[in-house]
């Protein structure tokens, strides 16, 4: 295949049925979700024009098919700066930005924090993670910012990866959300899992799933209403993981009826006018969650490490607008 891609000619004599449906019939090695996805790129013409819809009708004629390049498995060195916390021979801390993903993945396939550490680390990074994502061992979702320690021996690897399994690791949050948890100070154990109604979203579930358990402490409410016992418009609340569950502590604080600000897939209802505002005016475009607090024991050399780290400015300016509600 070169760089161009492969190019497949196919001539339909009837027409009628569906257009991906014919044309997957005609060229079996292609799937009808694959065309659907060629036709939606303009990858597939009709006598030399575009198509658009795999749903319209087949009609006969030759049609062109353009089959891109396969993109590489491999993640390239990108020279992304990073925010080096700590590092030697073994493994090394950052503090991630928000919109940079973990790893490679559909729909990112780079710009990503591996990316920034193949080029910082060059060949020392660990390659137990596979080839897609050498060096990581926990993640971050793409848009929370935070504390995150990748390895860079495979003993470091191997020893994190015991540390975050019995989670050996202290991991505290900062969630700017929309009202307060209540009580101030509590702890959540729930079960999380896929939810049934959104296989794209994780759900706290009666059944099923895995055990989830986050501890929390609201550290600060916002515009608090005169009435006695009126939930504030919202607060900043630590909270610390002692498990690892997908979207964790933005399930547990929407379940308690405070989501996470700024959380498009779990921040179901809009916050106060002067919220939003705010929200606005601090340039926040992704949920309110940074990880603060990353502390654990050296697997090589058995020092103990801890590190913390400021919200950063679009969190830090949401914070102080909300503090003058």
């Known amino acids: 295949m070169d760089d161009e891609g492969d190019l497949i000619e196919i001539v ?44 319209a009708k087949a009609q006969a004629g030759s049609y062109a098919i353009l089959i891109p390049p396969l993109a590489s498995a491999t993640p390239l060195p990108q020279a992304i700066p990073l925010a080096v916390l700590f590092e030697d021979a073994d493994l090394i801390v950052v503090d991630k930005p928000a919109g940079m993903a973990a790893h490679p993945a559909p729909g990112t396939p780079d710009g990503t924090l591996v990316n920034a550490l193949l080029h910082h680390c060059g060949a020392s990074l660990s390659g137990i993670g596979g080839v897609a994502r050498p060096g990581i061992v926990h993640r971050l979702d793409k848009d929370t910012s935070g504390v995150m320690v990748a390895a860079k021996s495979d003993r470091a690897h191997a020893g994190l990866s015991k540390l975050f399994a019995a989670h050996d690791i202290e991991r505290t949050y900062t969630a700017l959300t929309r009202g307060a948890p209540a009580p101030a100070i509590g702890r959540i154990e729930t079960l999380i899992g896929r939810s049934s109604s959104d296989r794209k979203k994780m759900a706290v579930l009666k059944s099923g799933g895995r055990t989830a358990i986050t501890d929390y402490v609201v550290q600060a409410r916002y515009a608090v209403p005169a009435k006695s016992g009126a939930a504030p418009l919202a607060a900043r609340v630590a909270c610390t993981l002692h498990t690892g569950r997908t979207h964790q502590i933005r399930v547990h604080m929407a379940s308690k009826g405070a989501p996470i600000l700024g959380d498009a897939t779990y921040g179901s209802g809009s916050p106060a006018v002067a919220v939003r505002e705010a929200i606005a005016e601090a340039g926040l475009i992704r949920q309110a969650l940074h990880a603060s607090v990353l502390g654990f024991v050296h697997p090589v050399t058995g020092q103990a490490l801890r590190f913390e780290t400021d919200l950063p400015p679009d969190m830090a300016r949401l914070a102080s607008l909300l503090a003058d509600l």
Request: aromatic residues 0%; charged residues 20%.
């Open 12 to 55: 339909l004599e009837a027409s009628g049925a569906r257009l991906d449906k014919a044309l997957a019939d005609a060229a079996p090695t292609l799937s009808r979700a694959r065309l659907q996805a060629l036709i939606a790129e303009g990858a597939v013409s009709l006598n030399g024009r575009p198509l658009t819809g795999g749903s």
